[in-house]
């Protein structure tokens, strides 16, 4: 069985996604220590990001019939500062256990 094109996508955004919540909240501190405020560009980027998640999180589970838990586990990790790279990560081993061949 091999995954979807969704979840594939949902793959390749969960890692930029989880490093522009890390830049995000380095830019929080800046702005808060600094005259340097990066928050506007880095929360718009992030928040692209976030939607692109989430959009591919709910096709992905349409398209797999993915648990409820499964979705909540990745949706849980979407709002964690590092929880992107552990989704992606968990993503690909899901990728690459699909793509192996079956063997009797």
Known sequence: MQNSA?????????????????????????????????????????????????????????????DTKKVAVLFVLSVLPTGGFFAERMLARDERGAAAPATA
């Open 6 to 66: 969704a979840a594939h996508r949902l793959r390749l955004v969960s890692a930029p996604e989880g490093l522009s919540f890390i830049l995000l909240l380095i830019g929080v501190v800046l702005k808060s220590t600094t005259s340097f405020n990066p928050v506007p560009v880095l929360g718009w980027v992030h928040g692209l990001l976030f939607i692109a998640y989430v959009a591919f999180l709910y096709l992905a589970w349409q398209k797999e019939r993915w």
